[in-house]
């Protein structure tokens, strides 16, 4: 597992600081592999869509200018039809792709975050002469509001300065 593999990694050097920033990307590569393919079936899908469209709608123009299908509305309606379906499928195929895009996403985020939580509180905090021991107690981490540890530093809410409202007029 990924997991046992950034432990492998930092079991191989532990004393050296960038051996854990290493190990991570080292693994970022293997849990990101098949994101941007996700991402360019989402970003291509509703282009290939509208490329349909526009060649049905080429396709309609086309029975149009010729002089006998003029007041014949059936004869335009399959390449009209041809142009829905294919934006239709287009968006389709983008839509069903991005939800576990985003779960995925969601999900790598959320790993790479504990594991630089995990890596910082392993981390000592000063040097050998300032007296602070590593570990979790010197490890200031936000958690949101699924519980999961954040790393960006928790600071209080400051209030927001007010206006006069007068002032502004």
Do not use: C
Request: glycine fraction near 8%.
């Amino acid at each position: 597992s990924a997991h046992a593999r950034l432990v492998l990694g930092l079991i191989e050097d532990p004393s050296h600081p960038a051996a854990a920033a290493e190990a991570v990307e080292r693994q970022r590569g293997r849990l990101e592999r098949f994101m941007p393919t996700l991402s360019t079936i989402i970003t291509v899908a509703p282009m290939l869509g509208i490329l349909g469209t526009v060649l049905g709608l080429i396709a309609s123009f086309r029975v149009l200018s010729d002089a006998q299908s003029i007041g014949d509305p059936r004869a335009v309606s399959p390449a009209i039809a041809e142009a829905l379906l294919t934006t239709a499928a287009g968006l389709a195929i983008a839509i069903v792709i991005l939800f576990p895009y985003n779960a995925f996403r969601a999900q790598i985020d959320r790993t790479l975050s504990r594991w630089e939580t995990l890596i910082a509180a392993a981390q000592p905090s000063g040097g050998p002469d300032s007296g602070e021991s590593g570990g979790a107690a010197s490890v200031s981490a936000a958690a949101d509001e699924t519980g999961v540890p954040s790393h960006r530093a928790s600071k209080p809410l400051e209030k927001a300065p007010s206006v006069d409202a007068n002032a502004v007029r």
